[in-house]
């Protein structure tokens, strides 16, 4: 080993005594921010409010699942130009994995009735208390459920062929009413008789997980329902031809299944224009300037009139003689009419019959008696004049 001669040793050891480390300054990192808050419930923009309510749940069939892994979504009422319209259950599938749909639902809110969209999320949420059927009993979902990323069926509740569906399991549900059964509360609005307005603490919690909206698929099954007239209920009279499709959209084909004719026809109450405005983010009722110009109440009825309208003839006079009629004016004697049409033609006044020509004997006759009493006066005075001279 080649040793270093002490002047090259001496100087090292003065070049490093001349060097100065300068200390690292350390900065520490912020502490990481607070998690957000848990979103609130989400407002969409599909919430309306009607001053009637919906008409009663229809009694259908569930047509058969077509694919494994679709769920089930209920049919419900919904409100569009013409008023309700009913948008039929069907199979759908879901947006993700582990995801369970809430049926939206109609909910009385002091005098108007507002609803409420449904939506995709872990858990089922509130849905108003409503049997729609089909393993919505009012609470919950109990036509199946998700294991290890695979959707089982209850087979107890929902339709399925086992055939080509393998995940099923078979569990009873108590007190449980489905579409199949025509016992069934058909109340479609939570207030409503055999429905609840309170929401158990799961429920709460689910109102705080996220939600999506309905998928594409499904608002295009929304959109055909609006555009059918045979789904409108002043058309169906709440039992519509299409309760039920296997497949979102489709209407026609194996498996649609209609309403069956359980209840009484049902009427609307009031004209759609006058019976349904938008509803703002936060649930309330929107109101229009007409009606905040005009608070009444949604319920009530116009006052009657004093005096009962005329009654509409069959034949209806043109409007200026409606409006002459109408003004408290005395009636106008009765003159009398030329008549309108051609007169008979008359006779010829004939000239005033003269009086016929008396004979001269007839005159003679009349005046005999006064030609004597003048022959008599001229006697007498030629005889006076005879007997003065």
């Known amino acids: 080993m080649r040793k270093v001669p002490g002047f090259v040793a001496g100087l090292l050891t003065v070049a490093l005594a001349g060097c100065v480390v300068t200390p690292v300054e350390y900065r520490y990192a912020p502490p990481p921010p607070a998690p957000p808050p848990p979103p609130q419930p989400v407002a969409y923009e599909g919430d309306v409010t009607a001053s009637e309510p919906p008409p009663p749940l229809p009694v259908y069939e569930q047509p058969p699942c077509p694919v494994e892994g679709y769920v089930w979504t209920p049919g419900l009422w919904r409100w569009g130009p013409a ?11 879901p947006p993700a994995v582990g995801l369970l749909w809430t049926p939206g639902y109609w909910g009385l809110a002091g005098a108007v009735f507002v609803f409420h969209a449904g939506y995709w999320a872990p858990h089922v949420g509130y849905y108003g208390g409503i049997n729609y059927g089909g393993g919505y009993t009012g609470e919950g979902y ?9 959707f089982q069926y209850n087979t107890a509740v929902s339709n399925v062929n086992v055939t080509n569906i393998h995940n099923t399991y078979n569990q009873t ?17 939570a207030g409503g008789p055999g429905t609840r307005t309170e929401r158990t603490a ?3 919690d689910v109102a705080n997980e996220r939600h999506l909206p309905a998928t594409t698929l499904q608002v295009r099954h929304d959109d055909s329902a609006r555009a059918d007239p045979r789904l409108a209920a002043a058309h169906n009279e709440g039992h519509p031809p299409v309760a039920a499709t296997p497949r979102a959209g489709a209407f026609a084909g194996p498996g649609v299944t209609a309403a069956k004719p359980v209840g009484p026809a049902w009427r609307p109450q009031a004209a759609p224009e006058l019976a349904a405005r938008p509803a703002r983010a936060d649930g309330a009722m929107a109101r229009t300037p007409e009606a905040a110009a005009h608070p009444t109440p949604p319920f009530e009825r ?15 006079p043109p409007l200026t003689a409606r409006v002459q009629e109408e003004q408290p004016h005395p009636k106008p004697q009765a003159q009398p009419q030329q008549p309108r049409v051609q007169p008979k033609p008359q006779a010829q006044p004939q000239p005033a019959p003269r009086p016929k020509a008396r004979s001269d004997r007839q005159e003679g ?8 009493a003048e022959q008599k006066a001229e006697q007498k005075a030629e005889h006076g004049g005879e007997r003065g001279q």
């Open 302 to 316: 116009a006052p009657e009139p004093a005096v009962a309208p005329k009654r509409v003839q069959p034949l209806t």
């Open 173 to 189: 549900i108590i007190n449980n009413v489905t579409i199949n059964n025509t016992n069934i509360v058909r109340t479609s609005y």
């Open 202 to 204: 799961r429920e709460v």
């Open 142 to 150: 109990h036509g199946g459920r998700w294991v290890n990323n695979s």
């Open 83 to 93: 008023g309700y319209y009913w948008v039929p259950g069907t199979w759908v599938a």
């Open 365 to 372: 006759e009349k005046k005999r008696p006064e030609q004597k």
